[in-house]
Nanobody
Framework: EVQLVESGGGLVQAGGSLRLSCAASGFTFDDYVIGWFRQATGKEREGVSCISNSDGSTNYADSVKGRFTISSDNAKNTVYLQMSNLKPEDTAVYYC????????????????WGQGTQVTVSS
């Protein structure tokens, strides 16, 4: 069974930092992509960042470039999203998801999703 479990969300002041984790299990494809998405209240879900397991390539939404960093620890089957210089507009539920074949780079249709973790940035 595929499982993606996010953690690390919380309440932080503007300018602060958080690190989100996505623990993945239940799949053995080699070319998968893990993506981070977010959805703010009343807005559509948007892609934030993604990382390819095959070659380590990364991609970022323009709104987070220079502030967020995605990384992976293959030994722990975990992908991290380090978020710095957070802004109130980063407030959202953050989800991680897996694209099994890596064919929907960067933010196309993903196959499985986690339950999400809330990030709230106060001004």
């Amino acid at each position: 069974e595929v499982q993606l479990v996010e953690s690390g969300g919380g309440l932080v002041q503007a300018g602060g930092s958080l690190r989100l984790s996505c623990a993945a299990s239940g799949f053995t494809f080699d070319d998968y992509v893990i993506g981070w998405f977010r959805q703010a209240t009343g807005k559509e879900r948007e892609g934030v960042s993604c990382i390819s397991n095959s070659d380590g390539s990364t991609n970022y939404a323009d709104s987070v470039k220079g502030r967020f960093t995605i990384s992976s620890d293959n030994a722990k089957n975990t992908v991290y999203l380090q978020m710095s210089n957070l802004k109130p507009e980063d407030t959202a539920v953050y989800y991680c998801a897996v694209d099994y074949m890596g064919s929907n780079w960067p933010f196309g249709k993903y196959d499985y999703w986690g339950q999400g973790t809330q990030v709230t940035v106060s001004s």
